[in-house]
């Protein structure tokens, strides 16, 4: 329990914002909005809905620009254009920020969370809380809550995944992200990180045999042209978080801050809403184009990873071992109340 408590206990100035003032962007009059997914894709549904919400709440006040497909740059890209404001908001996947706060890596672990609705409600909750504050004060960004992604599962061009034997030889795109690396790696996987916007051509050309990605994002982004095997090995759950610079947010008027505060919170459940339903019309849209789609049993792949790249991250991270269980207690508490 004390391991719990522990776990859960320079940007562009912000021009003023008055009625007849344009929003933030001196040059362009523009909140600019950056994420990496397609135009089809939840992500991009969510930005509109925060876009329109904003409009109608602010009378024309805060106009926000949506860069879809990472036009402005990858995640990493995004995250330090957003610190200094050339990039007011952005979507952006945690385990991409563990290298700003590398305690994110907890959220990474392999075979943590039981459930996608298990995962979300973790985030939702005090450990999620806990890593807002903590990114806030390092990094000076805000996170204004989590999107509904899921798991991250594996695709390719060569086999069905149906057990651990299968993913030895694999060359997947993995995340550039120590844990990840680490738990693919120990499952015989040659990981190889790659910028998300390159990973089309490279499965075309037989550079890498596949990836791993959720549902939507595998159909959206048309990997499923390429690809013919897509499994559902939910080896690392993928939070995603919605941001803002924060001496932006800090520097608009009560009411549009309060405004953006409501926006993002119902931009965020209509995001979880969508996805869901986006996920069973991807897996259609699968079968549709011949992918093979498996459920192995997750039983067998567990002992690889757990407890070797469980001990790892604890090595590596200041009072790792503490943080660990207080993750875990904490995941054991919101999987015991729920129904």
């Not at 805060?62 to 995640?75: A, D, K, M």
């Not at 298990?118 to 809550?145: F, I, K, Q, Y």
């Not at 990981?191 to 075309?204: K, R």
């Amino acid at each position: 329990m004390a391991a719990a408590a522990a776990l859960l206990a320079g940007a562009c100035a912000t021009p003023d914002f008055g009625e007849s003032n344009p929003p933030p962007d001196a040059r362009t009059g523009d909140v600019r909005f950056s994420h990496v997914l397609s135009s089809t894709s939840e992500f991009h549904l969510m930005a509109e809905r925060f876009r329109d919400l904003m409009l109608e709440r602010t009378d024309g006040r805060f106009r926000v620009v949506i860069y879809p497909s990472g036009q402005l740059g990858g995640e990493r890209v995004a995250f330090e254009q957003i610190q200094v404001g050339a990039v007011h908001m952005a979507i952006t996947g945690t385990p991409v920020l563990s290298s700003w706060v590398p305690e994110t890596q907890v959220f990474d672990l392999p075979f943590l969370f039981e459930t996608r609705d298990h995962g979300l409600a973790a985030m939702n909750g005090p450990a999620g809380d806990w890593w807002r504050d903590l990114l806030l004060e390092r990094t000076g960004v805000r996170s204004l809550g989590f999107l509904d992604y899921g798991f991250r599962h594996v695709y390719n061009t060569r086999r069905p995944v149906d057990t651990p034997g299968d993913l030895a030889g694999l060359k997947l795109r993995v995340l550039q992200n120590a844990t990840y690396l680490a738990a693919y790696s120990a499952l015989g996987v040659q990981a190889t990180p790659m910028n998300y916007g390159e990973v089309y051509s490279a499965l075309q050309q037989g550079v890498i045999d596949g990836g791993e990605a959720n549902a939507i994002g595998f159909v959206s982004s048309r990997l499923h042209e390429v690809a013919k095997f897509y499994s559902f090995t939910s080896i690392t759950y993928n939070p995603i978080t919605l941001l803002v610079n924060e001496p932006f947010y800090r520097g608009l008027p009560a009411d549009i801050r309060e405004a953006v505060d409501r926006s993002s919170a119902e931009a965020l459940a209509y995001q979880s809403e969508v996805a869901r339903r986006m996920e069973a019309e991807a897996l259609e849209q699968m079968r549709a184009s011949g992918v093979e789609i498996s459920r192995p049993n997750l039983a067998p792949f567990t002992p690889a990873v757990r407890p070797r790249i469980w001990d790892e991250l604890a090595n590596r991270l200041l009072d790792g071992e503490a943080l660990i269980a207080g993750l875990v207690a904490e995941a054991e508490r919101v999987a015991s109340e729920r129904p």
